[in-house]
Each structure stands twice: as structure tokens, then as C-alpha cells.
């Protein structure tokens, strides 16, 4: 591995050089990025990379941390473990732009608006490229939305099944519509939003969780499938916006509009 000396900024600042586990965390990083090291694939034995990298174990181990840190590989231990790639999802990034957010004393009522900022231009983009899976797949979301409140009269549908499903709803149309960078920011911002809909859900107890509040929501679901399938893409993303107006009225209400985030993730 080539050795990297300390360089000195334009401004004459002296640089400080990366560590050896650094650098073998960068060259590791890269071929997960590329592709070259996939999802699910076990990186070659410690004595192999050490052999590979003329480095020692403690070398090696740190920089595998730096890697599990950044949640792109999971290490076991043991005459039967290793290091395995994995590929991070949003719940990452929005664990990490939480942390800033929280800093920042910001409240979920920013965080919703920034969302309906971004996500009903996703729900233009899909209507313009949707294919029957797509359509096929979002009414299967919502076949089971309808089985949590049918044929009952309780409270309320149950709270992890009722956000897992509609977080699969919203998720599809930021991975369907064609911008990589739009879905991403979406997934990041709808994560963060989704923990905080599972606490809402979870404490409510008022007449707006009423059955009737749901098949709403799922009424308006089979309204954006329709525009979608009609390929509509003004009407599906006017209609993402306004569906998303009406239910930031519910999950953001009361005191919950100012909660800071940082109440979210403790």
C-alpha cells in the first residue's frame, strides 16, 4: 500500500496524513461503492487481508470498524465469523441527519414541511414512468391497509402494522420515481417522520382515530394508484401534496407540532 505523506493546505496549514486503517477503509469502501463488493458477499479471512495489506490485526480491526460504523459491513466473531459487506438504507442517513437536526433544536414540523417540499414532485416523476408493477405493488400496500381496519370497530389499526405499510407506500413512490437524489433526500426526511408517526399513532387517543379516519387515508391511496395509472402527472402531484397537507394536520397537532426531534430519537 502506498505510504502518504503529510501535505500542506494552500493556505500552508500542514494536513495531517490518514492512518494505514484508514487507508485500507477507503480502498475497502471504494469496492463496495463500485459494486465490485456486493450485498451479502464475506470479505476474504483476516490472515488474507493482513497478508493483502502488509498490515497487523489491530491494523485490520480498525479499519473494520471504521467500515461498521458506517453500517457497510457486519463483522462476527469466532472460528466462524467475518466480515460481511452490506449496503446501508435511509435509516442510516436519517440517523445521522437526526443528530444534526437535533442540534439544531429543529421540530418535526420542519422536517414534515421539507418533506412536502420534495415528495409530491416524486409522485409526478412515477406518474410519467409508472409500470404495472408499480401500480401492482402499490395496491397490494394498500389491500392490506384495508384488511388493519375492516370488518372492526376498534380504536384504532395497529399502530406498527398501520406505519409499516404506509411507510411501504411512500417508499415506492420515492424508489420508483426515477431520481436517485430526490428518493434518497425523500427516504431520509420520510424515515425521520415515520418514528415520529408510530409515536403519534401510539399515544392518540382522540375521536380522529375513529375507523372512518382510515379509509380516508386509504381512499386517498386508491386516488394517487388511479392518477398514476391514468398517468396524470400535475393531478398526482397536486393530490400528493394535498394528501399530505391533510395529514400533517393530524400528526402534527397540539403540542406534537413543536416537539423537537431530539424527543423522537431518546
Given amino acids: 500500500m502506498p505510504s502518504v ?30 459494486g465490485e463488493l ?18 497487523s490485526r489491530p491494523t485490520l480491526r480498525e479499519a473494520f470498524r471504521i467500515l461498521e460504523a458506517e453500517s457497510l459491513i457486519s463483522v462476527r466473531r469466532g472460528s466462524r465469523g467475518g466480515a460481511q459487506v452490506m449496503v446501508p438504507d ?20 420542519d422536517v414534515y414541511t421539507a418533506r412536502m417540499i420534495s415528495e409530491p414532485p416524486c409522485a409526478r416523476l412515477l406518474a410519467g414512468r409508472r409500470t404495472q408493477q408499480d401500480l401492482d ?16 370497530d376498534r380504536f384504532a389499526p395497529d399502530p406498527d402494522t398501520w406505519s409499516r405499510l404506509t411507510y411501504h407506500f411512500h417508499e415506492i413512490i420515492l424508489q420508483r ?20 408517526l408510530r409515536t403519534r399513532i401510539a399515544i392518540s387517543h382522540s375521536d380522529d382515530d375513529s375507523p372512518e379516519r ?23 402531484e397536486k ?3 394535498s394528501h399530505m397537507q391533510g395529514a400533517a394536520q393530524y ?5 406534537l407540532k413543536t416537539k423537537p426531534i431530539v424527543d423522537l430519537f431518546d
Fill in 214 to 236: 382510515f379509509q380516508r387515508a386509504i381512499r386517498s391511496y386508491q386516488k394517487l394508484i388511479r392518477l398514476l395509472k391514468a398517468k396524470d402527472a400535475a393531478g398526482a
Fill in 177 to 196: 420515481c426515477g431520481n436517485k437524489t430526490l428518493a434518497t433526500q425523500g427516504a431520509v426526511l420520510q424515515d425521520i417522520v415515520a418514528t415520529h
Fill in 5 to 34: 505523506s503529510p501535505q500542506r493546505s494552500p493556505i500552508g496549514v500542514v494536513m495531517r496524513a490518514p492512518k494505514t486503517a484508514e487507508l485500507i477503509a477507503t480502498h475497502l469502501r471504494r469496492q463496495i461503492v463500485r
Fill in 137 to 152: 405493488d402499490l395496491a397490494e400496500v394498500v389491500a392490506q391497509l384495508k384488511a388493519q381496519v375492516a370488518g372492526t
Fill in 251 to 255: 400528526l402534527l397537532k397540539d403540542d
Fill in 38 to 55: 456486493k450485498a451479502g458477499e464475506t470479505l476474504p479471512p483476516e490472515l488474507q487481508l493482513m497478508e493483502q495489506f502488509g498490515v
Fill in 90 to 109: 435511509a435509516s442510516v442517513a436519517a440517523r445521522y441527519v437526526g443528530l444534526l437536526l437535533q442540534i439544531q433544536g429543529t421540530t418535526i414540523d
Fill in 239 to 241: 393530490h400528493w401534496h
